[in-house]
């Protein structure tokens, strides 16, 4: 941005000195290239072909996941794409540069353009000019009525037009379409409201994943370490967390039986319940869509799953695990997978991991997710394989969601190596005396999206009313028109031009039928007489 | 009516569609053939009378033969736009059947077989409806055979059978953004189909395969009005309703989503297509090449970013299972 001062400067310093003088020369002539129309369409296309690597390398700021897994498999490549920064090229500083310029280039070009249009508003339309039929599209034509009738008709057709006051009196200059300008500035302006509301959003916003189980005993309170995942703007403060909890009291999702999309869910409805600061305890039905407004947070329901209530007993009959256990979907209809993990478990630690079916039936003797409609529960099973020994707890941080196997053993029911395929209620012994494990209970968990973006409002205003002008500047038409009426050998001369300032607009048919209305005002005319 | 009755009734009116729509063609092309012989004539002509003629004369036809066939010419291109408007009746017809084949019904676009028809269905009625305002009839071939081909594809290459829309799509915003999405996506199209022929017209003046086109300032007016009526309605699409409908499904108004940033480029690709037309230097050749640039954008965000992209939340399908995880062997049994 310090290049608006370049020209102000030189405004105000009246000694020129020839060293300097150049100087000066080179910042204006750059100044002016900066803010041609040319610049800025090299600058648009230029901002286009910057965003295309960020569709087609991953993001971390869209999917780190994946962007990791390209880390990894490309091990050449990695090192260079992190210098140009290719894993978060709309945050980076040749991104921000390209868009920069363009802003500076649009204030630079919009500012003069606002004055020019200022001064506009107030002045009169041009005088006629000279010779009107050297204009692309013009007419003429000879009648026998005086120049003045010819003039106030022309005055009286020429409605919404701002009519030149002081006019030769032989000629009529009338101009239209002021407004086409404005949009056009408004359209311009509102840009840069976009740009920093967008700005302010992604400095100061956040958005955090958290899975929430069901039930009057679990919850969440917004604090940084209740999320599973968080992302932020480089702005964001810990203290900027709005102050609530919740709890689900309920959820429901209606199955479809029937028809093409049988076997999947829709209609999702989580019955919250929340308090905000130091309010009263509200209820919301959070839905899909239907997003849960707190303050200036924003919650959403983004997807939903089982949670099996399991409990491991050890070898010495001690609970060595105990609860309901999130299981990750695996598919549309909601066969999961999950983990257990009791490392505490003795003589030996003890680990699990597999599918749970929402409703399995067996199909070719292979066991098969029907639906994801639990229903009563009879036909849901657990289907685990077990480990025994080191979990490889020790190595470090380890996913809930993954089980180390690599130094443990695995452990059947029996010796063809099956996993222990557990109805609701039903409890397996482990083989060796090393314990058991049951079935006891489902519950559900949702997933649910806390985010805040500051400035949201103030985006979507910048774009509405860039849009306002937008149809402003390409659909009003700005347009000059002419008549010139004399006396030429007894008779009386019409000529009538017409300039579009807009492109895009017939001016021949403007000048014809402003032509054949004037004559055939005439004839009319002439007929009562 | 049953939903079933509904989805066979939607298929066979787009099969009709597609027949009728290439009738049409045909009668296009034997109008446009007509030109292509009276501008030949009209070259022998003036070969005939020697140089110095003025071109123009050929539109004077100046024996009975070739008032017969211009008559028979204008005969064809009566037909044609009839043919198309059936074509278009039917193609209506697909759409609202497949809509109306759906338990709940809804829009007919959860698909991307379902877009393209109806993507491709705007293109043939925006042709229809701005035939006589601006002179359109030239473009019947373009239109006519873009569409048969794109109807080809959509049934041979993308059909589906009816689903009903997950839970995400169910949105009126959606419904909002998608019908801006399609208008803009069918105008931008017969905008660039406009493009073209000016490039073509510019490069080959006098090809009597041309002869049926306008001028190149009309051309490039006809594109310039086009282009200004989509890029509004783009705008509204991807930057205002597009927006609304993430912040309420996904919880942000912009994610930089592969389809978002495709969506992006696009627009602003466009802003330049009229940046450039509003400067002198660029007007006519060069801006018809930004306008083809940017519906080219606009088509590999449809196609290229479904297939080739797997980042972008905007699958037709289900949001993508989270973290899938490889089971050891034997796990379920
Ligand atoms: C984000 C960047 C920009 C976008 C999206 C954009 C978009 C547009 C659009 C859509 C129009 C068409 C209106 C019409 O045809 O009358 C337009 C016109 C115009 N733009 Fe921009 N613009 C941008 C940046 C700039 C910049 C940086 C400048 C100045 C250097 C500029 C100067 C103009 C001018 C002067 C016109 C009016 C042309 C005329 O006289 O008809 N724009 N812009």
Redesign the pocket.
């Known amino acids: 941005m310090s290049t608006t001062s370049a020209p102000d400067q030189e405004k105000n310093e009246g000694v020129r000195r020839p060293g300097e003088l150049n100087a000066r020369e080179l910042a204006r002539w750059g100044w002016r290239q900066l803010?041609?129309?040319r610049?800025?369409l090299i600058?648009?296309l230029l901002?286009a072909l910057a965003a295309v690597p960020g569709s087609l390398i991953p993001q971390d700021g869209v999917d780190s996941l994946k962007a990791d897994q390209w880390r990894e498999a490309h091990t050449t490549l990695t090192p260079i794409y992190e210098k140009l920064g290719l894993f978060n090229v709309y945050s980076t500083p040749w991104f921000a540069a390209i868009?920069l310029l363009?802003?500076v280039?649009?204030v630079?070009?919009?500012i003069p353009?606002c004055l020019v249009y200022a001064r506009a508003m107030r002045a009169q339309p041009p005088a006629t000019p000279a010779k009107l039929t050297r204009l692309p599209d013009s007419t003429t034509y000879v009648t026998d009525e005086e120049p003045a009738e010819v003039l106030a008709a022309a005055r009286k057709q020429l409605r919404g037009y701002r009519i030149r006051k002081d006019d030769d009196g032989e000629s009529v200059s009338a101009e239209k379409g002021y407004l086409?300008?404005a949009g056009?500035l408004i359209?311009?302006m509102s840009?840069i409201i976009v740009l920093v509301a967008f700005a302010t959003g992604s400095l100061f916003g956040y958005k955090g994943g958290v899975i929430v189980l069901v039930g009057e005993e679990y919850g969440f309170a917004n604090e940084l370490s209740q999320y599973d995942d968080f992302k932020s703007g480089s702005l964001f403060a810990p203290e900027d967390l709005d102050d609530f909890s919740f709890k689900i009291d309920d959820f429901k999702a209606e199955w479809l039986s029937t028809g093409a999309g049988a076997g999947t869910a829709r209609g999702f409805n989580s019955k919250i319940r929340y308090t905000a600061g130091s309010s009263d305890e509200k209820t919301y039905d959070l839905r899909v869509n239907h997003p849960l407004t707190i303050g200036s947070t924003d919650v959403f329901l983004l997807a939903h799953g089982y949670a099996p209530v399991i409990t491991v007993r050890d070898g010495e009959g001690n609970v060595a695990y105990s609860g309901p256990t999130i299981f990750l979907p695996q598919s549309q209809n909601l066969l999961s997978f999950g983990v257990v993990k009791a490392p505490y478990a003795s003589p030996e630690e003890i680990g699990f991991q597999g599918l749970f079916y929402p409703f399995e039936g067996t199909v070719d003797g292979e066991p098969v997710n029907l639906m994801g409609d639990i229903g009563d529960g009879s036909h849901a099973m657990l289907s685990l394989q077990g480990f025994r020994g080191d979990l490889n707890l020790d190595a470090g941080p380890q996913s809930v969601y993954a089980l180390d196997t690599s130094k443990a053993n695995m452990m059947s029911p029996d010796e063809t190596g099956k996993a222990f395929n557990l109805r609701l209620g039903e409890t397996a012994e482990l083989p060796d005396g090393l314990g058991s494990v049951s079935f006891d209970d489902v519950q559900q968990w949702n997933r649910v999206q806390i985010s805040k973006s500051p400035g949201k409002e103030w985006a979507l205003l910048g774009v509405s009313l860039a849009l306002v002008g937008?149809l402003g500047?390409?659909f009003i038409r700005s347009r000059r028109v002419w008549v010139r009426a004399r006396r030429v050998d007894g008779r009386t001369l019409v000529e009538i031009a017409a300039l579009d300032r807009?492109?895009g607009g017939d001016t021949a048919a403007v000048v014809t039928g402003l032509a054949e209305t004037l004559r055939g005002a005439r004839t009319q005319e002439e007929k009562d007489v | 009516m049953s939903d079933h009755t509904w989805g066979v009734l939607s298929n066979q009116a787009i099969t009709a569609a597609g027949v009728v729509y290439f009738l049409a063609l045909l009668c296009a092309l034997v109008e446009w053939s007509a030109w292509q012989s009276r501008a030949r004539a009209a070259v022998a002509e003036k070969e005939l009378v020697g140089a110095g003629a003025p071109a123009d004369e050929a539109d004077a036809p100046t024996n009975p033969a070739a008032a017969v066939r211009e008559q028979r010419a204008a005969l064809f291109g009566r037909l044609s736009l009839l043919l198309t408007a059936i074509a278009v009746a039917c193609h209506l017809v697909a759409l609202v059947g497949r809509g109306m084949a759906a338990d709940p019904n809804r829009v007919p676009w959860g698909n991307m077989y379902e877009f393209t028809i109806s993507g491709s269905f705007v293109v043939a009625a925006a042709y229809v409806a701005l035939h006589r305002r601006l002179k359109l009839s030239w473009m019947a071939p373009w239109v006519l055979g873009f569409t048969v081909v794109v109807l080809m594809l959509a049934v041979v290459g993308l059909y589906e059978p009816v689903a009903p829309l997950t839970e995400a799509l169910n949105s009126y915003w959606l419904v909002i953004h998608v019908i801006a999405a399609i208008i803009a996506t069918g105008g931008f199209t017969l905008g660039g189909i406009a493009s073209v022929t000016y490039l073509l017209k510019a490069r080959f003046p006098d090809a009597a395969l041309l002869a049926r086109v306008p001028d190149l300032d009309n051309l490039d007016r006809v594109s310039y009005r086009i282009h200004?009526f989509a890029?509004p309605v783009w705008t509204f699409g991807v930057l205002i309703s597009g927006p609304i409908w993430a912040h309420e499904a996904w919880g942000s108004y912009w994610n930089w989503d592969p389809k978002e940033v495709w969506a992006f480029i696009t627009?602003?690709v466009?802003?330049g297509y009229?940046?450039a037309?509003?400067?002198a230097g660029w007007k006519g050749k060069k801006a018809a090449i930004v306008a083809l640039i940017g519906l080219a954008t606009l088509w590999f965000n449809f196609i290229g970013i479904n297939y080739f992209s797997s980042t972008s939340q905007h699958s037709y399908a289900a949001p993508a299972a989270p973290a899938v995880v490889e089971l050891t062997e034997g796990a379920s049994r």
Do not use: K, Q
Request: glycine fraction near 6%.
């Open positions: 803010t041609s129309m610049t800025a600058l648009l901002l868009y363009l802003m280039s649009l630079g070009c919009i353009r086409r300008e056009n359209f311009h840009l937008l500047s390409l807009s492109g | 200004a890029f627009w602003v466009y802003a009229l940046h037309r509003a400067t």
